[in-house]
């Protein structure tokens, strides 16, 4: 609250603005170094066919351990990265290190899974986009039919008609799409039967809550109904226990991702994962 009263409340409030304004410059100034200094990496987590327990994809999720700050929450990495526009140049490096890894264990004979890269909505906006993901399967040599992208509910729902022509021209270059986060947008439903969708993921807060809460319950039977309707994969993320994994598997639900099955790990401690698999 700012304070005239001249008492030293108005000093702390400027103080406390000044700290702001210091931590943000600074926290700029790491990120824009990053990427040159090889500070990011992915960790990767399986999504599993919820019947086999065979892992279909790995999703790659950043990491960026910064010596000043440690681990940040990966949320806000992102977030800050959009706002000062870094995101295109880290998502880029993002999509060719991800395509590159999955493209390395497939030649390593450790099975045709496919590798899913969440994209954000800065990213997907830009006209060159379809492009860049061209360049990063051309460079990895990874088939298309191996690259999911995911896209969140809010971001597909943004501009909508902009984001299927670019989903559509996605489609024609051969990816797969995945929605992330459903059921957290609100938006309606009747939207996703016009994308060229073939996963949607249930976003984890659902499943966290489905065995307290009818709500949740109802809400990720809809989506399942829906998905069925409409021939697009369900994935259910966020899986924590073999109850979840049981009552997900009753519903209908076809891939599970989440510490029941696995952590997000770095990429040679999911490879020992891979070997061991028959
Ligand atoms: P997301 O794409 O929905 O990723 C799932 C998040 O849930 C990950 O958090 C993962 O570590 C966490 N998770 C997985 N299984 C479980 C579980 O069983 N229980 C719980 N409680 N959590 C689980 P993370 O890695 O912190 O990422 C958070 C979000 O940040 C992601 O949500 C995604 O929206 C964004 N993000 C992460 N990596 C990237 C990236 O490379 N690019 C972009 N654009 N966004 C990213
Ligand atoms: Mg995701
Ligand atoms: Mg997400
Ligand atoms: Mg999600």
Not at 96 to 122: M, P, Y
Request: net charge negative.
């Amino acid at each position: 609250k700012v304070k005239n009263s001249g008492g030293n409340g108005y000093e702390f409030y400027n103080e406390a603005i000044s700290k702001m304004i210091k931590e943000e410059e600074e926290l700029d100034d790491a990120i824009s170094k990053a990427l040159e200094k090889e500070e990011f990496y992915l960790v990767y987590q399986p999504i599993v066919d919820i019947t086999t327990s065979e892992i279909i994809s790995n999703e790659a999720l950043l990491r960026w351990d910064n010596e000043s700050y440690g681990r940040l929450p990966i949320p806000v990495v992102i977030e800050f990265a959009e706002r000062k526009g870094y995101i295109e140049d880290i998502g880029f490096w993002i999509l060719k290190e991800a395509c590159r890894q999955n493209k390395a264990w497939q030649d390593e004979g450790l099975g045709l899974t496919a590798i899913s890269v969440n994209i954000s909505v800065h990213q997907l906006e830009k006209p060159d986009f379809v492009d860049k993901v061209k360049i990063a399967l051309e460079l990895s040599n990874l088939a298309p039919e191996y690259l999911e992208l995911e896209i969140t509910e809010t971001t597909a729902m943004e501009n909508v008609n902009e984001k299927l022509a670019t989903m559509l021209k996605l489609k024609r270059l051969g990816v797969k799409i995945s929605i992330d986060d459903f059921g957290t947008g609100y938006s309606s439903l009747s939207y996703f039967t016009k994308f060229p969708i073939d996963t949607l993921k249930i976003d984890k807060s659902f499943v966290r809550d489905m065995l307290e809460d009818s709500n949740a319950m109802t809400i990720i039977d809809t989506i399942i109904n829906m998905a069925k309707a409409m021939d697009v994969a369900i994935t259910a993320e966020g899986v924590e226990t073999l109850e979840h994994m049981e009552k997900l598997k009753i519903m209908g639900c076809d891939k599970i991702q989440g510490y029941y099955i696995s952590k997000p790990q770095k990429a040679y401690v999911l490879e020992q994962m891979l070997k061991k698999l028959p």
